[in-house]
């Protein structure tokens, strides 16, 4: 079993920046692919970044590429979404999910961590 838990969310400005963490715990011997979604009120949760499991390779939403970088430090257990130029449209909770089941885009995974609320004002 794998626990994951996010922290870094706040309220900032728009065209400001923020770092969200996501912390493996358990059964870290195995390094698991990781991705980042958020939610909206009223929205479906939507895919946001996707690191693979060394770091070798990454994907993002058309929404939030050049803007967000995902990383991750495996010595750490821990995978980050650096996110600048933040918008409202932004807002929302941010939850990081571990070891896809099939298309990592379709937020199928075995393992979620709580999520973080991250919003953003005009």
């Known amino acids: 079993q794998v626990q994951l838990e996010e922290s870094g969310g706040e309220l900032v400005q728009a065209g400001g920046s923020l770092r969200l963490s996501c912390v493996l715990s358990?059964?870290?011997?195995?390094?698991?692919?990781t991705a980042w979604f958020r939610q909206a009120p009223g929205n479906e949760r939507e895919f946001v970044a996707y690191?693979?499991?060394?770091?070798?390779?990454?994907d993002y939403a058309t929404s939030v590429k050049g803007r967000f970088t995902i990383s991750r430090d495996n010595a750490k257990n821990t995978v980050y979404l650096q996110m600048n130029d933040l918008q409202p449209d932004d807002t929302g909770v941010y939850y990081c999910?571990?070891?896809?089941?099939?298309?990592?885009?379709?937020?199928?995974?075995?393992?979620w961590g709580r999520g973080t609320q991250v919003t953003v004002s005009s």
């Open positions: 690191i693979t499991r060394r770091g070798l390779g990454t």
């Open positions: 999910a571990s070891e896809p089941r099939g298309n990592y885009l379709e937020g199928n995974y075995s393992y």
């Open positions: 358990g059964r870290t011997s195995s390094v698991y692919a």
